[in-house]
């Protein structure tokens, strides 16, 4: 499915105001997990400032053991502290990569900015390597920026 029908997606399920932001963003997750082949987990971390931590809020995929990622580790962590876009085309070349499955290949992370503050991001592992395209880039941005809207 192209990026364009699933903007109308994204916009519909966060429209839905009788759901929580969680469940509209577990609601997110799947949609992109289901619809996107090389998706294989999506989820959206938020940060807590004084701990300096990152905790899962909203996923789509096997369960992980990582609901608490520590600011600076792993290529979450590290967008926590730079603020900025994290793509990787083969996870086994970052030498700071937390390992969730041995399935994973690829991974991208886009920050979640909230008022000019980065307060999460979404999070999505692949078991293909180098999928993301400058496309899924800009798509998750938007989606970011849409999911901060009912935050």
Known sequence: MPFDALRHKVTTILA????????????ICELLQSTIG????????????????LHLKAFAGEPTDHTVIPFGKGICG?????NENFIVADVKAQNNYIACSMYVKAEIVIPL???GK????????SHT??????????????????VAKIL
């Open 16 to 27: 839905n105001n009788n759901e929580t932001s969680s469940q509209r963003m577990t609601e």
């Open 38 to 53: 090389y998706y294989d987990w999506v989820g959206f971390y938020f940060a807590n400032e004084a701990a300096r931590t």
């Open 78 to 82: 590290q967008v926590a502290e730079s």
């Open 113 to 115: 900015f909230k008022d």
């Open 118 to 125: 980065n307060i999460g991001q979404i999070d999505i592992d």
């Open 129 to 146: 390597e180098n999928p993301f395209a400058p496309e899924d880039e800009r798509f998750l941005e938007w989606v970011n920026e849409q």
